[in-house]
């Protein structure tokens, strides 16, 4: 079965030089030199994911574009997007780049690249964005770290709104943040942590709505964790703002409730937040207000997040673990549908980034999909992971859902063993 024109089909898939030459319900299995028997599974297209850390160069001991374009295809992405918060940071339009030639000579599947929006991604000289966009990058962003001034961001908005690429913004008012390492609530008390309220990210992102409205400017919401961010969101498109938003598979799928210990392998940023605010990310989804999942696949070592709570590092993997888990728990319990799904992990974020989009699965375009077994029940475990870093919480966890194979760029890239 495959996913086509936005719906599943019986199909056969020949493949000639790694282009998809024919699709139909009985291929001459003689026009092949080989034929990988797939009856009972599903053929998905590639997925696309828009948010990841593989921290190359600078923290190679943690991920490499190998190693992490590498635990992408496991995931069933065959395009991703990287964060440029590296040492050196990519931060003029050479450096850039050479970023993108040493990923496209790492990776075995498609990564893409973001460039910073300031020099040192924390202070107020603006990049070449110009040069930029000339250079290659895919969109600019200095995620993890908040823009602090609203002239600075304004600044940027203006010269970016005349490139025509997003501008993807990490919402965290620092003044606001008070120490915190989970969310302000019922749980940083009852386990004594400091907690970062929610409008450390809600005001932020006010004033952002408000100087995207006014530039004009592509707005990007990277990882929504609050239901008032989903609703100044929704208010902004409501209001012609160009604002697109996407949610991570943490978000969706843990609360700060579910933190009994002090346990790192939940900390990230934006922390988990409340059961409601869970509810609200889904509903934000469905309504069109989010536009797509990305994972924000942030990679650490053991000694990383080897500390309690309050020194142990923001951030936890998700790349390999996102499909199996969203389809395992809202696929499989009904809360979505898995075109809704591929929607949000596939041809949203190809549309929205204005990607190419070779990921869809038609006649001349290069093989970019993977083949499932959504029927094999196993437990997430580290021995399966290709990532360098195992830093997740999901770790012991059921899924349903298998990848067996991955093809990008018309490669067989991934086979499951």
Not at 132 to 153: L, R, W, Y
Not at 310 to 331: K, S, W
Not at 335 to 348: D, E, F, N, Y
Not at 373 to 390: E, G, W
Request: overall charge negative; glycine content about 8%; charged content about 20%.
């Amino acid at each position: 079965m495959i996913f086509q024109d936005s719906e599943f089909q019986t199909r056969d898939i020949l493949l000639n030089d790694g282009i998809i030459a024919q699709i139909g319900p009985h291929i001459d299995p003689t026009q092949a030199d080989q034929i990988i028997a797939a009856s009972g599974q599903t053929v998905l297209p590639g997925l696309v994911d828009v948010h990841v850390h593989f921290r190359d160069p600078g923290q190679t001991d943690k991920e490499t574009v190998k190693t992490g374009s590498e635990a992408s295809a496991h995931g069933g992405y065959t395009t991703v997007c990287a964060m440029p918060n590296v040492t050196p940071v990519p931060n003029t339009p050479d450096k850039l780049k050479q970023m993108i030639n040493y990923n496209d000579e790492q990776g075995v599947i498609s990564v893409k690249q973001f460039a910073p929006v300031t020099y040192d991604e924390c202070g107020y000289q603006l990049v070449d964005f110009d040069g930029m966009k000339k250079a290659g990058a895919v969109a600019f962003s200095n995620d993890g770290v908040g823009i602090q001034t609203a002239k600075t961001m304004y600044d940027a908005m203006t010269a970016i709104a005349k490139t025509g690429l997003p501008l993807a913004a990490h919402v965290e008012d620092h003044a606001l943040m008070n120490g915190g390492v989970m969310n302000e609530g019922s749980a940083s008390n009852k386990l004594g942590l400091r907690g970062a309220p929610e409008v450390a990210e809600t005001s932020q992102l006010a004033r952002d709505l408000e100087l995207a409205r006014v530039t004009g400017v592509h707005y990007h919401v990277c990882h929504v964790s609050t239901a008032r961010s989903v609703e100044l969101i929704r208010r902004a498109k409501a209001d012609g703002v160009n604002v697109t938003a996407e949610v991570t598979p943490h978000h969706l799928l843990l609360d700060h409730s579910m933190i009994q210990a002090d346990d790192p392998m939940y900390k990230m940023n934006p922390p988990l937040r409340t059961r409601k605010d869970r509810a609200e990310l889904l509903a934000g989804l469905l309504d069109g207000t989010i536009d797509m999942i990305a994972t924000d696949h942030a990679p650490h070592t053991s000694a990383d997040k080897g500390h309690s709570f309050n020194d142990a590092a923001f951030g936890i993997t998700g790349i390999e673990t996102a499909f199996p888990l969203l389809y395992t728990q809202l696929v499989k319990t009904k809360k979505v549908t898995l075109s809704q799904l591929l929607k949000w992990m596939s041809s949203a974020p190809t549309a929205k980034f204005n990607l190419s989009n070779e990921n869809e699965i038609k006649i001349g375009n290069h093989a970019n999909f993977s083949v499932w077994d959504l029927n094999d029940p196993h437990q997430i475990a580290t021995k399966n992971m290709k990532s360098k870093s195992h830093n997740s919480p999901f770790l012991g966890d059921q899924v349903d859902a298998k990848n067996l194979m991955t093809f990008a760029n018309g490669k067989l890239v991934y086979q499951d063993q």
